[in-house]
């Protein structure tokens, strides 16, 4: 499961977090690193010293100009210390704990990280499925980007080390959601719904399937509903 799981740090600003990440990676038996727009030299001996036995991560790093590359993976998690409202649906987020009812790691998954200073921004947390945050003191919330990385992949190792129960049904690919996504975008237009309500609905349907372990049946059940209201056989 190890393999199908990508950690990715955005235009990430300390070579001793760098090293530390790729040594954490190691530890929970992950390997794949994709840096975006690293700040800092990756290769620098701190981060290698910081590695110790983890500098082949570092040495076979793959870097990208820009969050383009992330359209190649079926599910998206983002990270943030900044909780959102009701009213902030992008930043509604879950718990690490949570995440082993949440995700599926027969897909190629993203686990995006981001900045020291700032973190991801709101265009970013957008574009994710599922949005995780850390339980922290509300007196100092920002946790250092290594810490906060370790903790989640300790959880993601802690749930699916083993054989997970379920694990024969096949699940929903991202074609298949971004499907049903273009079929409420229709539906919506079908019912007249108004255009900053569809935005709305769009972020909630997209949460809701970020969320949720999603099985291929259940998309295509999704799939024959919107098609009714639509008017589609």
């Given amino acids: 499961f190890c393999s199908m799981l990508t950690v990715v740090l955005v235009e990430p600003e300390s070579e001793g977090n760098l090293g530390a990440v790729a040594r954490l990676m190691k530890n929970f038996d992950f390997r794949d ?23 082949d991560i570092l040495r076979h790093v793959r870097v990208e100009k ?6 190649e993976f079926d599910y998206l998690i983002a990270t943030t210390s900044k909780v959102g409202t009701d009213y902030n649906i992008p930043r509604i987020p879950i718990k690490p704990e949570e995440l082993s009812i949440n995700l599926d790691l027969r897909k190629k998954v993203a686990l995006l990280i981001g900045r020291e200073s700032t ?6 947390i957008m ?24 903790i989640i992949l300790y959880e993601i190792f802690k749930a699916f080390g083993k054989e997970k129960v379920g694990e024969h049904i096949p699940a929903a690919s991202k074609r298949e959601k971004d499907q049903i996504m273009i079929l409420l975008d229709e539906a919506m237009k079908k019912l007249t719904i108004p255009e900053l309500k569809q935005e709305t ?20 059940a999704l799939m024959g509903l919107l098609k009714k209201v639509i008017g589609k056989r």
């Avoid at 820009?66 to 359209?71: K, N, R, T, V």
Wanted: some cysteine; glycine content about 6%; charged content about 25%.
């Fill in 127 to 150: 574009k994710a499925d599922l949005v995780v945050t850390i339980p922290v003191s509300k007196k100092f919330p920002a946790m250092n980007m290594s810490h906060a990385c370790g």
């Fill in 66 to 71: 820009d969050i383009s590359c992330l359209g």
């Fill in 201 to 220: 609905q769009r972020r909630v349907w997209k949460r809701m399937l970020g969320r949720s372990f999603l099985a291929r049946r259940e998309a295509f």
């Fill in 119 to 124: 973190g991801l921004r709101n265009e970013e």
């Fill in 33 to 55: 690193l994709l840096l975006i727009n690293p700040q800092c030299d990756y290769l620098s001996q701190e981060a290698l010293d910081r590695a110790t036995h983890a500098k």
